[in-house]
């Protein structure tokens, strides 16, 4: 399994961005995608899961302003943030694990997109 993310970049406080993470191999291997996020100085942490079902998981610091969807036909996860803040600024990885696995662990992991808040 091959994940690409992509749709990073610098923006102002308060406005949005849509990441995409496309997945290509063998998909049907893959259950929860989800999205993390390592800002420098701190651990990578998980911001928003999505399972095949549908079932969504959010950390409590961005319930209200990012939204995880699927689209199982085109293989591609979508993260959409909206008001921004300086404080979301760190390097996004997307993720996928296999059926099975809790949503807390994943085995395949994409590059990361770099997502930059200006105040």
């Known amino acids: 399994v091959q994940l690409q993310a992509s749709g990073g970049g610098l923006v102002q406080a308060g406005g949005s961005l849509r990441l995409s993470c496309a997945a290509s191999g063998r998909i049907s291997s893959i259950n929860f995608m989800g999205w993390h996020r390592q800002a420098p100085g701190n651990q990578r942490e998980l911001v928003a899961t999505?399972?095949?079902?549908?079932?969504?998981i959010y950390a409590d610091s961005v319930k209200g302003r990012f939204t995880i969807s699927r689209d199982n036909d085109k293989n591609t996860v979508y993260l959409q943030i909206n008001s921004l803040k300086p404080e979301d600024t760190a390097v996004y990885y997307c993720a996928g694990n296999k059926w099975g696995d809790s949503w807390r662990a994943y085995d395949y992991w994409g590059q990361g997109t770099l997502v930059t808040v200006s105040s």
């Open positions: 999505i399972g095949a079902s549908g079932r969504t």
